[in-house]
């Protein structure tokens, strides 16, 4: 019988999309449970959750909560605000809380981690009891950047997002599937958007979450502030974030300038030996990272690595990855098997 430390994990926000798959992330990677508590608005009381198989009962998020039920871990995907609230209260209780939020990423006593990126920042938690989880397009990004700017030396990275209406939530979701079910009954002109700003089926809008004062959206802020965080480096970085009538799986094409010329095979063999990433690179045979590929899975895809063809110095790919997971779940969970392992050292 085993005597390794098994923890008790609160997830805040358990009934919502990424709250469910962290659920599932835990369960598959045998994550060291003692019990997992799943916490939600007094709303959701009377909900139950499956867990290992069994119908497991919500219970109100408070700020007695996490004391109460012994919480070792608590993961937040309810919201910035419920972390706002909350997070502080478990943090105090003793649990490490490892919030999906955009609220604590660019506070400089909390560390914004990508495992694979960044796993020394994990030391940093002391300051608050708080890991931040980054936005979900910046994850898979950073993932592919991390082991190209290592060997070559990155200076500026221009990207372009692809992003699914799961990004948006289990709406954004249900706004796509009753357009398109709209379109095929020929009544699209009367499918007035709610969830986006212009109907999303048949359609791309270059537009998600609002403006700022120079033009760039506040999604595309948070990847250029986010990757600077995380990689500890300032290089120039622009994002244009477009929405996508794609259900699930952002797909991102990124162009990197390097500090020296740069060729194709260098630059894929740096990436197949990353943590996580998978390179599909075969385009005269039609293989290449698609949503369709990535759905489900925990891995980041690379593809279409290719040489710019004026400037040697400049290298143009595409990247895919499942937003629920690799940008929300999987790295949380990620983030708390590392703390983990630094609590047996």
């Avoid at 085993?2 to 599932?24: F, H, P």
């Avoid at 955009?102 to 938690?125: C, G, K, T, W, Y």
């Avoid at 500026?156 to 990004?167: E, F, I, K, M």
């Avoid at 995380?230 to 500090?259: G, K, N, Q, Y």
Wanted: proline residues 5%; glycine residues 4%; contains cysteine.
């Amino acid at each position: 019988m085993s005597n390794a430390k098994k923890y008790v994990v609160g997830i805040v926000g358990a009934t919502g999309a990424v709250g469910e798959e962290i659920i599932r992330v835990l369960e598959e990677v045998s994550f060291p449970l003692e019990r997992i508590v799943p916490l939600a608005s007094k709303n959701s009381i009377g909900k139950s959750v499956e867990v290992q198989g069994k119908e497991v009962a919500v219970l109100e998020t408070t700020d007695e909560v996490f004391s109460e039920q012994g919480i070792e871990i608590a993961f937040f995907s309810a919201g910035g605000s419920v972390s706002e609230r909350y997070a502080p209260s478990a943090a105090k209780s003793g649990a490490l809380v490892i919030d999906n939020t955009s609220f604590f990423r660019l506070d400089r006593d909390v560390p914004l981690v990508v495992p694979e990126v960044n796993p020394q920042d994990i030391a940093d938690f002391a300051k608050k009891n708080i890991i931040a989880n980054p936005n979900c397009s910046t994850i898979q990004m950073v993932q592919a950047l991390a082991p190209l700017h290592k060997a070559f030396g990155i200076e500026r990275v221009d990207v372009s997002t692809y992003q699914a209406v799961s990004g948006a939530g289990k709406k954004g979701m249900e706004e796509l599937v009753l357009q398109m079910q709209k379109f095929f009954a020929f009544e699209l002109d009367s499918a007035s958007p709610s969830v986006f700003p212009h109907r999303i089926a048949l359609n791309v809008i270059p537009h998600i979450d609002v403006f700022m004062e120079n033009d760039y959206t506040k999604e595309e802020m948070k990847m250029i502030k986010e990757t600077h965080k995380i990689m500890h480096a300032d290089f120039p970085i622009s994002a244009t974030c477009v929405r996508v009538p794609v259900l699930r799986s952002h797909s991102e094409s990124i162009t990197v300038r390097f500090s020296c010329e740069v060729s194709a095979k260098d630059a894929k063999d740096a990436l197949k030996s990353a943590q996580n990433i998978v390179l599909i690179d075969e385009p005269q045979n039609g293989l290449y990272p698609m949503p369709t590929i990535a759905t489900d899975t925990n891995e980041t895809y690379v593809g279409r690595v290719r040489v710019d063809n004026f400037d040697k110095r400049i290298l143009h790919f595409w990247c895919v990855a499942d937003q629920i997971r690799v940008g929300a779940a999987t790295n949380a969970v990620r983030i708390a098997q590392k703390w983990c392992e630094m609590q047996k050292s």
